[in-house]
């Protein structure tokens, strides 16, 4: 198992950039397919971005992409989302996710992951 926490959540204007990180615990976080997913108020979760095992591949979602970047550093044991350009619909709680997938690659859905943090709220005002 592994346990995550999310950071970095906060208020920011229209256009402005913030930069969530998702600390896991454990030895074993190269093990792991990591994820973002975000939830806005009265609508289901949706996928943001995955990452692979390694970090050498990416998936984004059309919303987000040339905006976002994900990354991970397996040495710190940390995943990272950098929102830049943001908008107002991009107003949610985030959340980062672990896959224990045993085929490394980039998960979409959220029942394909095993843990969740706690979730970040990100409010993007105009």
């Known amino acids: 198992q592994v346990q995550l926490v999310e950071s970095g959540g906060g208020l920011v204007q229209a256009e402005g950039s913030l930069r969530l990180s998702c600390a896991a615990s454990?030895?074993?976080?190269?093990?792991?397919?990591m994820g973002w997913f975000r939830q806005a108020p009265g609508k289901e979760r949706e996928f943001v971005a995955a990452?692979?095992?390694?970090?050498?591949?990416?998936d984004y979602a059309a919303s987000v992409k040339g905006r976002f970047t994900i990354s991970r550093d397996n040495a710190k044991n940390t995943l990272d989302l950098q929102m830049n350009s943001l908008k107002l619909e991009d107003t949610a709680v985030y959340y980062c996710?672990?896959?224990?997938?045993?085929?490394?690659?980039?998960?979409?859905?959220?029942?394909?992951?095993?843990?969740w943090g706690q979730g970040t709220q990100v409010t993007v005002s105009s």
């Open positions: 996710a672990a896959a224990a997938a045993a085929i490394s690659g980039t998960y979409l859905r959220d029942d394909q992951y095993d843990y």
């Open positions: 454990g030895r074993t976080f190269s093990r792991y397919s």
């Open positions: 990452i692979n095992k390694s970090g050498g591949s990416t």
